[in-house]
């Protein structure tokens, strides 16, 4: 029950306390914990700080970046908490809307694609925090498709398809990222000058990110965007894709930077007119495969979610990667227990 802070949408309190509901009708999902406190005064990395050296102050920081994973492990107070079904990905946009763009060509698209070792990218960019995918969809969403094989690693081949593409020698493009893609943005940008382009990298404050690549924020018309791949990170909380990852970036939504996809189209007006969830889920993975093949963005990989947890917290994350602390408990070894008991002996 909310005992403290705001509760109207969209707006943000200091401090939100929760407490139990003790009268709750189901005793499988009875409260584990008799209140929780959210502190939103603090930082990241403040916070992050505190859970690891400062017992007593923060027990639990959301979205860990995998380079601070192995100082959270070797803390005295905290540990990570992995959670491998979240529907996050993080991929990359082509601009096919500015003036005379190159990536109408699907060959290229596809070379860009060659061009990438996931594997790599997820090595060095996340500690090993990711999975590849195949098109668009992280692999816990609904219509994702096992059986669609990612592009694989091939530089030979992205150089062969951009020779037939027209461009024997590569080209120069421009490859931007909003600031907490930064390290993404350096590996990928050294993976297309492998094969030969000439890569200029740009890492860009949220604001000036937004007015670059939301559609209905851009300082300049579309056609005069320079910019020739954006990447970008997206979470799938709803885990509807049809209304969401698709509508938004493919579909004539904020975030499309595409050209008519008639064929995605007609399927996606499909599914919307079907109810049998069979025939919804069959119909996504051809929605996958079509994406896939048509190479309608960089496919990179879907992250898995990290949080920095006490270690007398027993954190259990749900699929899809929104924050849901209904089996959150703490054992005898957590301060507030120890507290407890020191006062019931007093």
Do not use: C
């Not at 929780?36 to 923060?58: P, S, Y």
């Not at 380079?67 to 979240?86: D, F, I, M, W, Y």
């Not at 596809?110 to 061009?115: T, Y």
């Amino acid at each position: 029950m909310l005992v403290e802070g705001i509760s109207a949408p969209n707006q943000r309190s200091d401090r939100v306390v929760l407490e139990a509901n003790r009268q709750y009708w189901d005793p499988v999902r009875f409260p584990r914990l008799k209140r929780i406190i959210f502190d939103n005064t603090l930082g990241q990395h403040e916070a992050l700080e505190l859970v690891k050296t400062r017992e007593g102050r923060v027990d639990f920081v959301t979205d860990l970046s995998p380079l601070e994973t192995l100082r959270v492990a070797q803390s005295p107070q905290a540990k990570v908490v992995k959670n491998r079904g979240a529907l996050m990905v993080v991929f990359g946009q082509f601009n096919l809307r500015k003036a005379a763009s190159p990536w109408r060509d699907v060959r290229l698209r596809q070379a860009m694609n060659h061009a990438i070792n996931r594997a790599d990218l997820i090595r060095y960019a996340t500690k090993g925090n990711g999975e590849i995918i195949p098109a668009l969809l992280p692999v816990s969403a609904s219509g994702y498709d096992a059986t669609l094989v990612p592009y694989p690693f091939d530089p030979s081949k992205a150089r062969q398809l951009l020779q037939e593409a027209g461009y024997p020698n590569g080209l120069a493009l421009t490859l931007i990222a909003p600031s907490e893609l930064e390290v993404q943005a350096t590996v990928v940008g050294k993976m297309l000058e492998g094969i030969g382009l000439a890569v200029t990298r740009q890492i860009l404050a949220p604001d000036a990110y937004n007015r670059t690549v939301l559609l209905s924020h851009v300082d300049q018309p579309a056609e005069q965007q320079h910019w020739d791949i954006a990447l970008l990170s997206h979470s799938e909380w709803a885990n509807i894709p049809v209304l969401n990852l698709y509508q938004q970036y493919l579909l004539g939504g904020p975030y499309d930077w595409g050209s008519e996809k008639p064929e995605l189209r007609r399927l996606h007006e499909e599914i919307v007119g079907t109810v049998d969830p069979g025939r919804q889920q069959a119909l996504i993975q051809q929605m996958e495969r079509h994406i896939h093949e048509q190479a309608y963005a960089l496919f990179l990989y879907n992250p898995i979610q990290l949080s920095a947890v006490n270690k007398a917290v027993s954190f259990v994350p749900y699929r899809g990667g929104n924050l849901m602390l209904t089996e959150t408990a703490v054992t005898d070894q957590h301060w507030s227990v120890r507290k407890q008991k020191a006062a019931g002996s007093e």
